[in-house]
């Protein structure tokens, strides 16, 4: 699981370094994998919790920060979905999409914050669904977790 920001008017050292695909307005999306506290990847299960995880958003943002120093674009584009009758649910299943998918793309902007300010056009992406509004039998959890992305 990956999750995404983007620097704008990056060099040709940062395309190179990077998995990078260019955008019409000149911005270039860096795909940058969670870490841990201590800056080591997360892969994984681990990976798709670190989104919700506030120290691993916190090393992501020191990865950005000491390496460009501002961020143009932030995407927050983790999902996980678990389908299940709501009278199967448990809390934890229940728990799961709404901290990686809602709780996740938070923390994202909350960490991200100061480096979006740092750039000249920023923009943040929520990625959500079509079942956020409209909900589907056995997709309670990630229904509520997409539509909090909508609201």
């Not at 506290?37 to 958003?57: H, N």
């Not at 916190?58 to 009278?87: E, K, M, P, Y």
Request: charged share 15%; hydrophobic share 45%.
């Amino acid at each position: 699981m990956v999750w995404s920001v983007g620097v704008e008017d990056a060099g040709a050292e940062q395309v190179e370094a990077s998995s990078a695909v260019h955008l019409p307005l000149g911005c270039l999306i860096l795909l940058v994998v969670p870490f841990d506290a201590s800056g080591a990847v997360l892969q994984g299960q681990a990976g798709a919790r670190g989104v919700a995880d506030p120290a691993s958003r916190q090393a992501a943002h020191n990865v950005v920060n000491s390496r460009f120093g501002r961020l143009g674009i932030l995407v927050n584009n983790a999902g996980v979905v678990h389908v299940t009758d709501i009278a199967d649910e448990t809390l934890d299943t229940w728990n799961l999409p709404l901290s990686i998918n809602l709780t996740g793309a938070l923390l994202g902007l909350q960490t991200m914050l100061p480096l979006l300010r740092k750039g000249t056009r920023s923009a943040v992406v929520d990625t959500s669904s079509i079942f956020g509004p409209s909900g589907a039998p056995g997709y309670a959890a990630y229904a509520a977790s997409k539509a909090g992305l909508s609201a």
